[in-house]
């Protein structure tokens, strides 16, 4: 055991511990607070992440689903109204969203297919209104779901 410890302890110093604050310090700027609204009256309350500085986002359509009005807020507590959208595919659970902002922040996506079980994974969001929440975990497998990628995490 007390080799165990010494090997941990030997690689925490090959790779920086704060890797989830920088990521954080990165890209929350890009994460969204997501409000929809039925007849006037709050319905859902979800994340999104902006990936064009012209104001695309990225949401899961459970999110937006049977929204009459959707409305997206920035960390700096900008408020846009949604105002179309690109891609809405429920069987995914993905919305492509526009709003009309410019010089947005925004995140730099990946490539799915380098993804590995055991790789560390960091979430960002706002869980049930709880803004800007971080957690973090691991791939704990991959699964073939109606054809696509499913990731399972562990947090």
Do not use: C
Not at 18 to 23: L, Q, T, V
Not at 48 to 75: E, L, P, Q, S
Request: a positive charge; hydrophobic letters at 40%.
């Amino acid at each position: 055991m007390k080799y165990l410890i010494i090997l941990i302890s030997s690689l925490s110093m090959l790779f920086p511990s704060d890797w989830i604050s920088n990521i954080n310090k990165k890209y929350s700027d890009a994460i969204v607070q997501i409000a929809t609204f039925q007849n006037n009256k709050p319905y859902a309350f979800g994340s999104g992440f902006i990936v064009d500085k012209d104001g695309i986002i990225i949401t899961n359509f459970h999110v937006i689903k049977d929204a009459h009005k959707i409305i997206v807020r920035t960390k700096d507590d900008q408020e846009f109204e949604v105002k179309g959208y690109y891609v809405l595919n429920e069987k995914k659970d993905y919305a492509i969203l526009k709003i009309a902002g410019f010089e947005l922040p925004k995140v730099e996506l990946g490539n799915s297919k380098y993804v590995k079980i055991g790789d560390d994974v960091l979430a960002i969001g706002h869980p049930q209104g709880l803004s800007y929440t971080v957690t973090n975990g691991i791939i704990s497998q991959i699964r073939n779901y109606s054809g696509s990628k499913l990731f399972q995490m562990n947090t």
